[in-house]
Structures are given as C-alpha cells and as structure tokens.
C-alpha cells in the first residue's frame, strides 16, 4: 500500500483545512487507516482513526468535537476534516494504514509522507 497525504497549508485560529490521503491497491478497503502527527522536537502523536467499513472511529481528546475523519472505499481515500483549528494543532500529519485502530504508530505498516499544517495565532 502506498499512501500519499495533501490538503496541508497555512490557516488562522480558528479556520478548517481538509485533509486527504490517496492510497493505491486493491486491498485498501481491507485496511484500518489513522491520521497521527508530529510537532518539531515532539514524538508522533495519534489523532484519529477509521474502521476498514468506516463505521468506528476514535480520535485523541485534543481533537475530539474538532476534526473528523471519514474515509471513501470505492476512490481509495480517507480525510481528515478540522475545524477550530489552534496554534497547538501545527505539525505534519501523517496518513497510516493497518489492522487495528490503534493510537500505537507501531501498529500501523504503512505511512504517507506526511503534509505539513501551520496555525497562525
């Protein structure tokens, strides 16, 4: 599986960016798929994740109420909407793909790139 995440970019307090994360194969919809991010100096950290059919989800309290993630089987993708962003909320998100929705980054196998996300204050 190969993933590639975009949709970062520059945003004030308080604006929304969408994120999305395309994966290729076919066995995508086999796949838990989570959304984790790092802040420079910071360890990666989970943010969200979504069950293979998509109908389970789990987020990290930072972010609960604020973003939401969604995924589309039938084009390969899964975003992450975020609203009310926060200065806190700045670091490169990265898409994942794996078994179990885990907020554990070692239980996923593979990564996205990673896109990066400013919140100005």
């Known amino acids: 599986v190969q993933l590639q995440a975009s949709g970062g970019g520059l945003v004030q307090a308080g604006g929304s960016l969408r994120l999305s994360c395309a994966a290729s194969?076919?066995?995508?919809?086999?796949?838990?798929m989570g959304w984790f991010r790092q802040a420079p100096g910071k360890e990666r950290e989970f943010v969200a994740c979504?069950?293979?059919?998509?109908?389970?989800?789990r987020y990290a309290d930072s972010v609960k109420g604020r973003f939401t993630i969604s995924r589309d089987n039938a084009k390969n993708t899964v975003s992450l909407q975020m609203n009310s962003l926060k200065p806190e909320d700045t670091a490169v998100y990265y898409c994942?793909?794996?078994?179990?929705?885990?907020?554990?980054?070692?239980?996923?196998?593979?990564w996205g790139q990673g896109t990066q996300v400013t919140v100005s204050s």
């Open positions: 994942a793909s794996g078994s179990t929705c885990s907020n554990v980054p070692a239980r996923y196998s593979y």
């Open positions: 194969g076919r066995t995508f919809r086999s796949y838990v």
């Open positions: 979504i069950s293979a059919t998509g109908g389970s989800t």
